[in-house]
T-cell receptor
């Protein structure tokens, strides 16, 4: 079975500072990893994904994530936070050799950027 | 190209009433999914479909039924709504070639 852990319910960062939202995962095979963002009363928007290749993945809105196989982590990062980055962030995983039952999501992390 | 659409956007039901949520996608994806989102719980898979005429249970299927009569549509039914089914429901489809899941805008359901 696959699982995702987002250990922080909320992350508070001052505008202009770097931010990190943590994610660790568990799969039996090789992982496909994703980050999605959800703004209030909206659906989930895709940010970035790791399928294979470079461990540092760049995505939308200046976000990036680093895949670390030994630590089974896929932390989301941004060098300089904006107030508009405040939202709910979900990490998700799928086993690339697994079945059709879609992505497994973490419980989400509220990111709050303070002016 | 509308992507994934859901109707309705909002609905209020009384306990015991029934309703159907419609999901449609125009990307020719084989796989489609229904999730529910509850505070502090993330997204949990209700049912999914790997193609027209097929359905399968996810993590939390009780109280829901689904049908996939056409490839582009995936219906989620509540036969007898309960307050525990108050949630936001998301439909999604997946492009297995590029490994990305596409989500609809959600349906906010309240059962009183």
């Amino acid at each position: 079975a696959q699982s995702v852990a987002q250990p922080e319910d909320q992350v508070n960062v001052a505008e202009g500072n770097p931010l990190t939202v943590k994610c660790t995962y568990s799969v039996s095979g090789n992982p496909y990893l994703f980050w999605y963002v959800q703004y209030p009363n909206r659906g989930l928007q895709f940010l970035l994904k790791y399928i294979t290749g470079d461990n540092l993945v760049k995505g939308s809105y200046g976000f990036e994530a680093e895949f670390n196989k030994s630590q089974t982590s896929f932390h989301l990062k941004k060098p300089s936070a904006l107030v508009s980055d405040s939202a709910l962030y979900f990490c998700a995983v799928r086993d690339n050799g697994g079945g059709a039952d879609g992505l497994t999501f973490g419980k989400g992390t509220h990111l709050i950027i303070q002016p | 190209n509308a992507g994934v659409t859901q109707t309705p956007k909002f609905r209020v039901l009384k306990t015991g009433q029934s309703m159907t949520l419609l999901c449609a996608q125009d990307m020719n994806h084989e796989y489609m999914y229904w999730y529910r989102q509850d505070p502090g719980m993330g997204l949990r898979l209700i049912h999914y479909s790997v193609g027209e005429g097929t359905t399968a249970k996810g993590e939390v299927p009780d109280g829901y039924n689904v049908s996939r009569l056409k490839k582009q549509n995936f219906l989620l039914g509540l036969e007898s709504a309960a307050p525990s089914q108050t949630s936001v429901y998301f439909c999604a489809s997946i492009d297995f070639i590029i490994g990305e899941q596409y989500f609809g805008p959600g349906t906010r359901l309240t059962v009183t």
